[in-house]
Protein backbone atom coordinates (compact mmCIF):
# COMPACT_ATOMS: atom_id res chain seq x y z
CA UNK A 1 0.00 0.00 0.00
CA UNK A 2 1.19 2.99 -0.86
CA UNK A 3 2.06 5.57 1.69
CA UNK A 4 0.73 9.16 2.11
CA UNK A 5 3.70 10.92 0.90
CA UNK A 6 3.22 8.64 -2.39
CA UNK A 7 -0.40 10.32 -2.56
CA UNK A 8 0.52 13.49 -1.79
CA UNK A 9 2.94 13.73 -4.54
CA UNK A 10 0.59 12.49 -7.02
CA UNK A 11 -2.35 14.63 -6.08
CA UNK A 12 0.31 17.54 -6.41
CA UNK A 13 1.41 16.13 -10.42
CA UNK A 14 -2.16 15.83 -10.77
CA UNK A 15 -3.17 18.93 -9.84
CA UNK A 16 -0.44 20.92 -11.64
CA UNK A 17 -1.38 19.09 -14.48
CA UNK A 18 -4.56 20.43 -14.36
CA UNK A 19 -3.48 23.78 -13.60
CA UNK A 20 -1.06 23.61 -16.81
CA UNK A 21 -4.14 22.41 -18.87
CA UNK A 22 -6.16 25.50 -17.91
CA UNK A 23 -3.55 27.99 -18.22
CA UNK A 24 -3.01 26.86 -21.61
CA UNK A 25 -6.58 27.10 -22.43
CA UNK A 26 -7.23 30.44 -20.68
CA UNK A 27 -4.00 31.30 -22.83
CA UNK A 28 -5.51 29.47 -25.90
CA UNK A 29 -8.99 31.86 -25.47
CA UNK A 30 -7.18 34.83 -24.98
CA UNK A 31 -4.97 34.64 -27.81
CA UNK A 32 -5.06 37.41 -30.51
CA UNK A 33 -6.74 36.38 -33.83
CA UNK A 34 -4.00 36.77 -36.87
CA UNK A 35 -6.15 39.18 -38.89
CA UNK A 36 -6.30 41.23 -36.08
CA UNK A 37 -2.61 41.25 -35.78
CA UNK A 38 -1.82 42.24 -39.41
CA UNK A 39 -4.06 45.13 -39.22
CA UNK A 40 -2.50 46.40 -36.22
CA UNK A 41 1.11 45.99 -37.42
CA UNK A 42 0.20 47.63 -40.73
CA UNK A 43 -1.60 50.40 -39.04
CA UNK A 44 1.10 51.44 -36.72
CA UNK A 45 4.05 50.92 -39.37
CA UNK A 46 2.31 52.74 -41.61
CA UNK A 47 1.41 56.14 -38.65
CA UNK A 48 4.81 55.66 -37.46
CA UNK A 49 6.11 56.90 -41.12
CA UNK A 50 3.63 59.02 -41.35
CA UNK A 51 2.51 57.45 -44.23
CA UNK A 52 -1.13 58.19 -43.06
CA UNK A 53 -3.02 57.31 -46.22
CA UNK A 54 -1.76 54.02 -46.27
CA UNK A 55 -2.72 53.99 -42.55
CA UNK A 56 -6.13 54.39 -42.94
CA UNK A 57 -7.45 51.58 -44.59
CA UNK A 58 -6.11 49.38 -40.97
CA UNK A 59 -6.99 52.13 -38.54
CA UNK A 60 -10.22 51.88 -40.06
CA UNK A 61 -10.59 48.34 -39.70
CA UNK A 62 -9.35 48.59 -36.66
CA UNK A 63 -11.71 50.93 -35.42
CA UNK A 64 -15.05 48.54 -36.64
CA UNK A 65 -13.62 45.06 -35.82
CA UNK A 66 -10.87 45.43 -32.92
CA UNK A 67 -11.43 48.85 -30.94
CA UNK A 68 -10.34 47.66 -27.63
CA UNK A 69 -7.03 45.36 -28.78
CA UNK A 70 -3.49 45.98 -27.34
CA UNK A 71 -4.32 49.75 -26.32
CA UNK A 72 -7.46 50.97 -27.34
CA UNK A 73 -6.95 54.60 -26.73
CA UNK A 74 -3.55 54.52 -28.47
CA UNK A 75 -5.65 53.25 -31.82
CA UNK A 76 -8.46 55.83 -30.88
CA UNK A 77 -5.56 58.91 -30.75
CA UNK A 78 -3.57 57.74 -33.53
CA UNK A 79 -6.92 57.40 -35.43
CA UNK A 80 -7.61 61.13 -34.75
CA UNK A 81 -4.20 62.09 -35.71
CA UNK A 82 -3.82 60.69 -38.48
CA UNK A 83 -7.53 62.02 -39.92
CA UNK A 84 -6.23 65.92 -38.55
CA UNK A 85 -3.22 65.22 -40.86
CA UNK A 86 -4.77 64.13 -43.64
CA UNK A 87 -6.71 67.28 -42.81
CA UNK A 88 -3.64 69.79 -43.03
CA UNK A 89 -1.96 67.84 -45.95
CA UNK A 90 -5.63 67.90 -48.39
CA UNK A 91 -5.52 71.19 -50.91
CA UNK A 92 -9.79 70.74 -51.37
CA UNK A 93 -11.72 72.39 -48.60
CA UNK A 94 -14.51 69.89 -48.45
CA UNK A 95 -11.45 67.00 -48.51
CA UNK A 96 -10.32 69.00 -45.10
CA UNK A 97 -13.87 69.81 -43.57
CA UNK A 98 -14.59 65.82 -43.85
CA UNK A 99 -11.35 64.52 -42.51
CA UNK A 100 -12.01 66.74 -39.74
CA UNK A 101 -15.51 65.66 -38.93
CA UNK A 102 -13.79 61.89 -39.37
CA UNK A 103 -11.81 63.05 -36.05
CA UNK A 104 -14.30 64.67 -34.45
CA UNK A 105 -16.46 61.51 -34.25
CA UNK A 106 -13.96 59.50 -33.16
CA UNK A 107 -13.44 61.73 -30.26
CA UNK A 108 -16.72 61.73 -29.57
CA UNK A 109 -17.25 58.11 -29.72
CA UNK A 110 -14.28 56.88 -28.49
CA UNK A 111 -14.95 57.21 -24.81
CA UNK A 112 -18.04 55.14 -25.23
CA UNK A 113 -16.55 52.47 -27.03
CA UNK A 114 -14.07 52.07 -24.45
CA UNK A 115 -16.23 51.79 -21.73
CA UNK A 116 -18.25 49.48 -22.93
CA UNK A 117 -15.90 47.10 -23.90
CA UNK A 118 -14.58 47.96 -20.61
CA UNK A 119 -11.35 49.22 -21.53
CA UNK A 120 -8.87 51.11 -19.75
CA UNK A 121 -8.42 54.73 -20.86
CA UNK A 122 -7.25 58.42 -18.84
CA UNK A 123 -10.48 60.09 -19.54
CA UNK A 124 -8.91 63.62 -17.98
CA UNK A 125 -6.06 63.14 -20.98
CA UNK A 126 -8.75 62.25 -23.45
CA UNK A 127 -10.79 65.74 -22.85
CA UNK A 128 -7.19 67.71 -22.81
CA UNK A 129 -6.95 66.53 -26.10
CA UNK A 130 -10.34 67.09 -27.37
CA UNK A 131 -10.10 70.33 -26.22
CA UNK A 132 -6.30 70.88 -27.84
CA UNK A 133 -8.15 69.45 -31.05
CA UNK A 134 -10.86 72.25 -31.21
CA UNK A 135 -8.59 75.18 -30.08
CA UNK A 136 -6.78 73.94 -33.22
CA UNK A 137 -9.21 73.01 -35.83
CA UNK A 138 -12.39 74.30 -34.34
CA UNK A 139 -12.33 77.66 -36.52
CA UNK A 140 -12.65 75.68 -39.52
CA UNK A 141 -15.30 74.13 -38.73
CA UNK A 142 -18.78 74.93 -39.51
CA UNK A 143 -21.39 74.27 -36.95
CA UNK A 144 -19.44 73.08 -34.11
CA UNK A 145 -20.61 73.97 -30.51
CA UNK A 146 -18.00 72.79 -28.34
CA UNK A 147 -14.91 75.09 -26.87
CA UNK A 148 -11.78 73.93 -25.75
CA UNK A 149 -12.32 75.11 -21.95
CA UNK A 150 -15.42 72.91 -21.62
CA UNK A 151 -12.99 70.04 -22.19
CA UNK A 152 -10.62 71.39 -20.17
CA UNK A 153 -13.39 72.15 -17.19
CA UNK A 154 -14.05 68.44 -17.76
CA UNK A 155 -10.34 67.08 -17.63
CA UNK A 156 -10.25 69.46 -14.46
CA UNK A 157 -13.14 67.38 -12.80
CA UNK A 158 -12.23 64.33 -13.65
CA UNK A 159 -8.69 65.18 -12.21
CA UNK A 160 -8.04 68.05 -10.73
CA UNK A 161 -4.59 67.19 -9.23
CA UNK A 162 -3.20 65.51 -12.38
CA UNK A 163 -4.34 68.85 -14.64
CA UNK A 164 -1.41 70.89 -16.18
CA UNK A 165 -1.24 75.20 -14.52
CA UNK A 166 -1.26 75.70 -18.32
CA UNK A 167 -4.76 74.71 -18.93
CA UNK A 168 -6.06 75.80 -15.35
CA UNK A 169 -4.85 79.24 -16.42
CA UNK A 170 -7.05 78.98 -19.84
CA UNK A 171 -9.51 77.99 -17.74
CA UNK A 172 -9.46 81.18 -15.60
CA UNK A 173 -8.32 83.00 -18.32
CA UNK A 174 -11.97 82.40 -19.92
CA UNK A 175 -14.43 83.39 -17.25
Known amino acids: MP ?3 HRMWIWQIAVAGFALVLATSTV ?26 SA ?22 RAVDTYA ?6 EDDTLK ?19 VASAPFNESRWELDFGNF ?13 T ?6 RAYEIDPAGLDPYYVRKIVDSY
Open 85 to 90: SLSEAA
Open 3 to 5: GKS
Open 97 to 115: AAYLDTALTILRTGPTTLK
Open 134 to 146: IERYGNTMVGLED
Open 56 to 77: IPYIRWLLVNAPTVYNGERIHR
Open 148 to 153: PVEHWV
Open 28 to 53: KAQEIPYEVKVNYSLAAENYKNEDYE
